[in-house]
């Protein structure tokens, strides 16, 4: 199956908002066998708007729509399809019950613009959204598909994975299926080479991906079921497993702060943090994790490091010394980094972390001068990398 994606608004345009839920979708499709050709944003224009979903009618399968799906004027979406098609939109009773409920429940009156809400047309009906006041669309004639979901990505996310995906799920003839592993502490290139036993296995395909938090391995297997393709993929996870071992933390959408916590929670033991320069921002990552409650001691937050000394890796050692001590927890960590213009270390972007556990301390120093905030997540992942390593130590 065809595809392509169209992101509908002005602000878009204008740079006043970055369209993730395009790129959010691309990521969606492969997993459903189908392939993604042509991407386009289009102002709010009703002539540019049915321009372009004509081209997409004509030479994709499936057109993909977000954004202008609102009350006003320039949500122009259900017009352009309704004019597209030469089809006159109406009133669903069911639709406006369900909007004027919507607003009656917070004690608003619904203001009468939002009637357009509750529209439909001959060849559409309407996909729910249970986040907000815009049901989308899922039009379909000819053998071709319109789906039009609302611009707001949580509402977007929440309909393409409960409403869309299950429909669409099958039309194309095959799935493909992936499944990522996550390691620590190898190179990308040294990774490539222990996964070339896998390589030639047959259906599947393995690739290496640099991240943040290390290097993955993904395995993808395309076949005419989610549950064969699965079958395919079983042999290559165990060898990959038994060459990578314990250098494997996680899988698909495991986090190293969802790692750490959980691991943290089987063994009953806690972490606290001290940090300067990062602003709070470690703490706030590992109580992201929702295995937290119970591992996570608490966080301490200095403006700077004065109290231990300038940024050096001896610093940072004294900080993650008092967190633990001061929290009461199993490990400390500390961040102590110089962030701005005016360090008086050897470069801005230097920063130091280090980890005290039952088994000692480990430290380490990272430079990087790609700005404040990219510094401060490079710290916060350097410093769940180090915690990690400190913790494999203990087993």
């Known amino acids: 199956m065809k595809a392509e994606i169209v ?6 345009l204008l740079g006043e908002i970055v369209d993730t839920n395009s790129a959010w979708i691309a990521q969606q499709l492969p997993a459903l066998g189908i392939d993604l050709n042509h991407t386009s944003v289009v102002g709010d224009n009703m002539g540019r708007v049915v321009g372009t979903l004509e081209r997409a009618w004509e030479r994709s399968e499936l057109v993909i729509t977000t954004g202008g799906l609102g009350p006003t004027e320039d949500d122009l979406t259900r017009e352009a399809i309704a004019r597209l098609l030469g089809e006159d939109p109406y009133v669903v009773p069911e639709l406006e019950e369900r909007l004027r409920g919507f607003f009656a429940r917070r004690g608003i009156e619904m203001p009468e613009a939002n009637i357009k809400q509750a529209w439909l047309i001959a060849s559409a009906r309407a996909i729910d959204n249970p986040r907000g006041t815009a049901p989308g669309w899922w039009t379909e004639r000819d053998g071709r598909i319109i789906v039009s979901m609302p611009g707001v990505p949580p509402e977007m996310e929440r309909m393409w994975v409960h409403e869309v995906a299950p429909q669409l799920e099958g039309r194309s003839g095959s799935v493909l299926v992936t499944r990522t592993l996550k390691t620590a502490g190898i190179g990308e290139g040294t990774v490539d080479e222990m996964a070339r036993p896998v390589f030639d296995m047959p259906g599947i395909g393995v690739g290496t991906y640099a991240r943040a938090d290390g290097v993955h391995l993904r395995i993808g297997a395309k076949a005419a079921t989610r549950e064969e393709a699965q079958r395919l993929i079983e042999p290559v996870e165990r060898e990959l497993d038994a060459i990578f071992g314990n250098a494997i933390w996680g899988r698909d959408e495991d986090t190293l702060e969802g790692f750490i916590a959980r691991t943290l929670g089987e063994r009953g033991q806690t972490v606290g943090t001290l940090e300067s320069a990062t602003g709070g921002l470690l703490a706030s990552t590992l109580s992201d994790a929702p295995e937290a409650d119970g591992a996570f001691a608490g966080g301490l937050v200095a403006g700077g490091a004065e109290a231990f000394g300038p940024p050096a890796a001896e610093t940072a050692e004294a900080m993650a010394a008092a967190a633990r001590e001061r929290l009461g927890s199993d490990y400390g960590v500390g961040i102590s980094a110089a962030l701005g213009p005016d360090a008086t270390i050897e470069q801005p972007g230097t ?45």
């Open 351 to 395: 920063f130091f972390v280090a980890v005290t556990g039952p088994g000692g301390t480990r430290s380490m120093k990272m430079v990087m001068a790609q700005g404040r905030g990219a510094t401060k997540r490079r710290a916060i992942t350097t410093a769940l990398m180090l915690l990690r390593g400190s913790m494999l130590e203990e087993e």
């Open 7 to 12: 992101a509908i608004g002005t602000e878009i």
